[in-house]
Nanobody, 122 residues
């Protein structure tokens, strides 16, 4: 399984971006796909995941939405009302057999994309 993350960039606070995670080698509906983010010097943070239904971290609820397109074999992260504290490298991760209680744990995922940088200016 290979994951290709894209869509990052520079945006002003309050703006929007949509990240894409294109999968190859397995259908996305046979995987749990998640988004994590990391700021240099800080721990990796769970953002959202899609198993049977979407789940979002409290810090992004109401602003970010994860969705899945089985035809395009891609998972998206729509990010609205962006804040400077959302600035990070965003990674998509995939795993099979990830249980609900482990979805926010990066160690549960076998496959990782290369990361895409999101910078939100104030």
């Amino acid at each position: 399984v290979q994951l290709q993350a894209s869509g990052g960039g520079l945006v002003q606070a309050g703006g929007s971006l949509r990240l894409s995670c294109a999968a190859s080698g397995r259908p996305v509906n046979r995987l749990v796909i998640a988004w994590f983010r990391q700021v240099p010097g800080k721990e990796r943070e769970f953002v959202a995941a899609f198993k049977s239904y979407p789940s979002h971290a409290d810090s992004v609820k109401g602003r970010f939405t994860i969705s899945r397109d089985s035809v395009k074999n891609t998972v998206y992260l729509q990010m609205n009302s962006l804040k400077p504290e959302d600035t990070a490298v965003y990674y998509c991760a995939g795993g099979s057999g990830v249980i609900q209680s482990s979805m926010s744990n990066g160690a549960a995922y076998n496959y990782w994309g290369q990361g895409t940088l999101v910078t939100v200016s104030s």
